[in-house]
């Protein structure tokens, strides 16, 4: 099975990733599972930054036939691209009834390596060195790594991992909700701190896209190989 993820630019492709004929399209092309994450009215008091245009929405799918689900991703807006990527699920997120959305604020982070760093290297200190770090300060409940295998787009930005977060929702307004540190200032810049360390070490803190999102899942795979659906 191979994990497909969309990103998107623009205004407009909300509605699309939500529609239902999308779903039962992608489905009859081989995806077995479908995510929607989308930059919306519930994640508007968040922060969002980036380089470039900023991102708006994701579409996850994964996907036993490549050639026939890819088409109908890339199908949507005017400004996207498709990327292949591998997983890792540090943090399982909680399971939320197909099609509504999950309680949390879900930031996405685009990762690009710095040039002068090897893969190796990069994926050492990433996943090896920061990964717990992340987990002991910051307030997230779910945390799924996607390192970037390759793109599937013409002219697609050269980016390394897309990083999803969950976060309670007061964690948009409250960084003590955000970081965990119990309302304690003091603890608040120790995880802060901790924090900006880590991720300068493999060059997070330039050039990242930040995007907050709703997270829906319309179509999931289950451990029996079997699925369940929402369309």
């Known amino acids: ?3 497909l993820i969309a990103i998107y630019h623009g205004t407009d492709v909300a509605a699309a990733l939500h529609d239902p004929a999308l779903h039962s399209a992608l489905a009859a092309a081989g995806a077995t599972g479908i995510q929607v994450n989308v930059d919306d009215a519930a994640v508007a008091p968040a922060m969002r930054f980036g380089p470039g245009t900023p991102i708006t929405g994701f579409l996850t799918v994964w996907t036993d036939d490549v050639a026939a689900t890819a088409p109908l991703m890339t ?3 005017t400004e996207m691209h498709l990327y292949r990527v591998t997983e890792r699920r540090p943090v399982e997120p909680p399971e939320v009834p197909l099609g509504e959305r999950a309680d949390a604020l879900a930031n996405i982070a685009v990762l690009r390596k710095p040039e002068d760093m090897s893969q190796e290297e990069y994926l050492e200190i990433w996943i090896g ?3 717990p770090i992340a987990s002991e300060t910051q307030h997230t409940f779910g945390y799924v790594q996607n390192i970037v295998e390759e793109s599937l787009t013409l002219d ?3 980016i390394s991992a897309i ?4 976060f309670l929702m007061g964690g948009m307004t409250d960084p003590h909700v955000f970081y965990g540190s119990g309302g304690d200032d003091e603890e608040l810049n120790r995880r802060i701190t ?3 360390t880590s991720v300068a070490r493999f060059g997070a803190d330039q050039g990242l896209d930040l995007a907050p999102t709703s997270r829906y899942i319309y179509k999931s795979c289950v451990s029996t190989g079997s699925t369940t659906e929402k369309f």
């Open 129 to 131: 060195g920061h990964t």
């Open 163 to 166: 990083v999803e977060e969950l």
């Open 1 to 3: 099975m191979t994990k």
């Open 75 to 77: 199908a949507i807006g």
């Open 156 to 158: 697609a930005p050269v």
């Open 194 to 196: 901790r924090l900006r």
